[in-house]
Structures are given as structure tokens and as C-alpha cells.
């Protein structure tokens, strides 16, 4: 399958833990984005890298979340002192934005999050 | 205002029939559109693309309009597999993507 990967698919962790996530995007993608969606709620921006460079953040990310692409190539997103309003569904997204940049960007199955 | 609204539904339609739904979005300077569909809790699987004046692919049409700040989607003849839950999503600064909460389409034999 050459889609848009994330690890793992469900996750279910207390109050106060940490969380990582792994992202591995269609290979050939420049752009890396991670989303978060709750029920009856479509998918909200949480930030994107170009390459390896974050470029932009949301306000919703708070200081608890940190997200890095080292080379470029996979993503992780880790959440610290996990909080029951940390539950949705984050979903990564790829895309290949060059001269003709459509920004057409495709997601990967999601990682959905339990906070106990 | 949101960003981005939809009607949420449901559409509750026959088979064979034809759903037509709204998007509004309330940038102007907005770029470029784009209708994902969701099923029950899967990841939005992008179904098409909505550039100036629209496009189609089989039985979807898409639809842009500026002066209105809407983008519309219409299914003909409508298959059991087409019930999903459809969201709009709107570009405005090239990378973010902007969603509509949904709207949820029922098709019944």
C-alpha cells in the first residue's frame, strides 16, 4: 500500500500519560499536515511541515503538543499529560505541492485516541 | 461565523435518486475547494476537486460559486455505496485545509 500510514490505529492511555504518533506519508509528498477530528465535527489543522521545516501551528496546539519530521520523511506527534479533551481521531495527511500546487492532500486511516 | 458550513442532513434519498448539497465558506480570498467523503469512521477519502467554474467525474458534480461563496455537490443516480457523510474543505493560505462539519447522506433501496 503506498498511502499515507499512521501508527497506531487506536490508542487508549489514563489521564497524565504521554502519547507518541507516527506518520509515514506518500513518499513522494513534500508536505506532511496533522489534523484532529472529534465526532459530528469535521477535521480541524493542527500544524504542517514542508519537508522538515514546521511552518505553521495551530492554536489549538498547545505547549503539551510537540510534532517533528526529522528527515524529512515520517512524522510523529506526541502529546505530554495527556487530558480527557485530548480524545478524537488525529489523522496525518501528505500532499506534493510544486509549480502546479494543487494541494490535493490525502489521509492516512487515523490514530484514535482514549483518554481514560 | 465558521469557516466553513454545511448542511449536516441527513439526506435520506431512494436509490436512483439525485442529492444535491451546499457548502458555504466565508473567505473570499479563498483558493481552492475540495468535497472528501467519510464513512463511519474511516479517514475523509478525497472525491474530488472543485476549481473555477467546477468539474465532473461520472455521476458527481461539483460546483463553484465565488460571488456567492458557496461550492455545491450533486449525485445522480444514487448508489447504497454512495451513503457517506461529505465534507467540504476550503484552502485559503496553500496549506490548510479549512472543513465543514459534514453532511450526512442516506441512500435506501
Known amino acids: 500500500d503506498t498511502g499515507v500510514s499512521q501508527d497506531p490505529r487506536h490508542k487508549i492511555t489514563k489521564r497524565g500519560q504521554n502519547v507518541t504518533f507516527r506518520c509515514d506519508p506518500i513518499?513522494?509528498?513534500?508536505?506532511l499536515y496533522w489534523y484532529r477530528q472529534t465526532l459530528g465535527q469535521g477535521p480541524e489543522f493542527l500544524t504542517y511541515f514542508q519537508n522538515e521545516a514546521q511552518l505553521e501551528k495551530s492554536r489549538l496546539l498547545s505547549d503539551r503538543f510537540s510534532a517533528e519530521r526529522p528527515k524529512g520523511s515520517f512524522s510523529t506527534l506526541e502529546i505530554q499529560r495527556t487530558e480527557q479533551g485530548d480524545s478524537a481521531m488525529y489523522l496525518c495527511?501528505?500532499?506534493?505541492?510544486?509549480?502546479?500546487?494543487?494541494?490535493?492532500?490525502?489521509f492516512g486511516p487515523g490514530t484514535r485516541l482514549t483518554v481514560l | 461565523r465558521k469557516e466553513v458550513e454545511q448542511d449536516p442532513g441527513p439526506f435520506n434519498v431512494p436509490e436512483g435518486a439525485t442529492v444535491a448539497f451546499n457548502c458555504t465558506y466565508s473567505n473570499s480570498a479563498s483558493q481552492s475547494f475540495f468535497w472528501y467523503r467519510q464513512d463511519c469512521r474511516k479517514e475523509p477519502k478525497l472525491l474530488m476537486s472543485v476549481y473555477s467554474s467546477g468539474n465532473e467525474d461520472g455521476r458527481f458534480t461539483a460546483q463553484l460559486n465565488r460571488a456567492s461563496q458557496y461550492i455545491s455537490l450533486l449525485i445522480r443516480d444514487s448508489k447504497l455505496s454512495d451513503s457517506a457523510t461529505y465534507l467540504c474543505?476550503?484552502?485559503?493560505?496553500?496549506?490548510?485545509?479549512?472543513f465543514g462539519a459534514g453532511t450526512t447522506v442516506t441512500v435506501r433501496a
Open positions: 513518499s513522494e509528498h513534500n508536505r
Open positions: 495527511a501528505s500532499s506534493l505541492v510544486g509549480t502546479s500546487g494543487s494541494n490535493e492532500q490525502f
Open positions: 474543505a476550503v484552502n485559503l493560505h496553500d496549506y490548510k485545509l479549512s
